[in-house]
């Protein structure tokens, strides 16, 4: 138990300790796992010292699954994100950990240990990221079909008849008015039309995986709606294997297979899309769920706000990283830092009180109250 509890916190876990706190890739699927992340950990440098924003994440995703990582503004999923794909910012280091992707060759690659020449070959040949409101990252001067043909070119694709066919096919995918995108600047296209656009160029070259970063921020509900039917019908179709990142578990819901609830750069939870929505065993995870309105549903449920703010990355609370603004809290949560324990059909939880974790929303407004 030791040792999980090590695995979890941000110091170098033995092999051992890390095999046997792996998050495993879905039970029932036999897919082969695709990546598998062990001991990551992630640190920017702040004028006061190195601040840890993913601390000993472990984590395998199967050929073929969505996994979806969720949490508030700081909890490290976007800075994952980043660090597979190897874009993270000058002033951020990978510390620690391995990320080993097995390719479409079924050969196996150390992704952090590659050199930047063959690094940009998995880069969006085999690992595809769509960032957050990338709708505004499109070129404003450039034609969808020059962006389309740029991208294309740079990864050694020259047949501009070729490109052209294959955009065309996937503006048509992403549900687009295909001709007349192909030939429109973003500024003739609406958010939403964008974030089609970006999600199309991200499969120009047909990834293996794809990372999608927050896909629907700055986008109006119905267009959320739509941007995610969108995604559902080109997983249908193209089978790619997918990492959604969102601060919403119930869009999570809609697409993932599996969740896995990060706070404070470690994941506290993880597990089986249902059992994590309808049976969540950390605290935080339903927080979250109570924080966010539902995008289907006929009733009206009221909303609660998880009290107080992320911890200071800088200077983490003792114990639980999450005890100052969780209503479960006991006196063992201010001193020991839970592990992350398999609660039985590979759902996860790292929570002293996971048994007696509820849903009901009054819990919360409790805690609101009490301020
Ligand atoms: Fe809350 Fe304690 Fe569980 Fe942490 S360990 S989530 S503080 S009940």
Partial sequence: MASETNARRYTPATAEAAAKNAIRGTAESTAPVILSVRDLAVEYKTSVGWMQAVRGVDLDIRQGEAVALIGESGSGKSTMGFALLRMLVRSARISQGTAVYRDRSGKEVDLFGMKDKDFRKVRWNEIAMVFQAAQNSLNPVMRISDTFYETARAHGMTDRKAVRDKTIDLLKKVQLDAERVYNAYPFELSGGMRQRVSIALSLLLDPQLIILDEPTTALDILTQRAIIDVVKSLRDQLDFTMIFIS????????????????????????GPVRDVFYQ??????????????????????PLT????????????????????????ATEICAKEDPPLVDLGGTHMAACHHHDKVTKDPAVWERMEAAG
């Fill in 247 to 270: 601060h919403d578990l119930s869009l999570a819901a809609e697409l993932a297979d599996r969740v896995a609830t990060m706070y404070a750069g470690e994941i506290v939870e993880y």
């Fill in 280 to 301: 969540p065993k950390h605290p935080y995870s339903v927080g979250l769920l109570n924080a966010v309105p539902p995008i289907v549903g006929e009733e009206f449920t």
């Fill in 305 to 328: 706000a998880i009290p107080g703010s992320t911890p200071n990355l800088l200077r983490m609370p003792t114990g639980c990283p999450f005890h100052p603004r969780c209503p479960f």
